[in-house]
């Protein structure tokens, strides 16, 4: 069990950049055994997994924020973090973090969704 709170949110206007912060407490486990990832869902749509770091440090991005999206962790801090750039009113969406120990690799691959969830940051990004 792991308790998620992100932060970094905001308004941006297109062609700007965010950085999303998301750290971990009351965890049962190491932090470092834990699977990060952070998904995004805008109304209406689905939910989109954005980009994903495993405890062996392994990173996928969807392909919607590749080469603009860079997703990093810090485990003495117990935190993941996102870094946006480029950002254009399609990224707007609440972000939230999410957190299990089974890899993020495992979860895709057999269409699973992680069992930790933050309560999510918004993003919008103007014209």
């Known amino acids: 069990q792991v308790q998620l709170e992100e932060s970094g949110g905001g308004s941006v206007q297109a062609g700007g950049s965010l950085r999303l912060s998301c750290t971990a407490s009351k965890y049962t486990h190491a932090y470092s055994t834990y699977s990060m990832a952070w998904f995004r869902q805008a109304p209406g749509k689905e939910r989109e997994g954005v980009a994903f770091?495993?405890?062996?440090?392994?990173?996928y991005y969807a392909d919607s924020v590749k080469d603009r999206f860079t997703i990093s962790r810090d485990n003495p801090k117990n935190s993941v973090f996102l870094q946006m750039h480029n950002l254009s009113p399609e990224d707007t969406a609440m972000y939230y973090c999410?957190?299990?120990?089974?890899?993020?690799?495992?979860?895709?691959?057999?269409?699973?969704?992680?069992?930790?969830w933050g309560q999510g940051t918004q993003v919008t990004v103007s014209p």
């Open positions: 770091i495993d405890d062996d440090g392994t990173i």
């Open positions: 999410a957190a299990d120990r089974r890899t993020m690799t495992a979860i895709r691959l057999h269409g699973l969704v992680p069992g930790y």
